[in-house]
């Protein structure tokens, strides 16, 4: 089992930015990839960004250029640094990581509003 919890959402402005992170405990040593996914109002989850073990990352055409992602192996951590926020980024942010069976694993969520 692995368990996920979210940090550092809240309000900012719109051009902000806000880095989120992502604490990982349990069989960590199952875990392949981790990655950030997230859900508007009314709306269906959506992939934000995803790293890998061996730190390859993957960006949606929406955030790149403005999101980072980075993992962080000895703090079984992972982050999502956003710069540039746009109220279209509003949304419920979630932790995701897959283990080698392709398990997948979610935290609870932390709320990212932009105000415009």
């Known amino acids: 089992q692995v368990y996920l919890v979210e940090s550092g959402g809240g309000l900012v402005q719109a051009g902000g930015s806000l880095r989120l992170s992502c604490a990982a405990s349990?069989?960590?040593?199952?875990?392949?990839?981790m990655g950030w996914y997230r859900q508007p109002t009314q709306h269906q989850r959506e992939l934000v960004a995803t790293?890998?073990?061996?730190?390859?990352?993957n960006y949606a055409d929406s955030v790149k250029g403005r999101f980072t992602i980075s993992r962080d192996n000895a703090k079984n951590t992972v982050y999502l640094q956003m710069n540039g926020l746009k109220h279209e980024d509003t949304a419920v942010y979630y932790c995701n990581a897959e283990n080698w069976f392709r398990k997948n694993y979610w935290g609870q969520g932390t709320q990212v509003t932009v105000s415009s």
């Open positions: 790293i890998s073990s061996g730190n390859s990352t």
């Open positions: 349990g069989i960590t040593s199952s875990i392949n990839a």
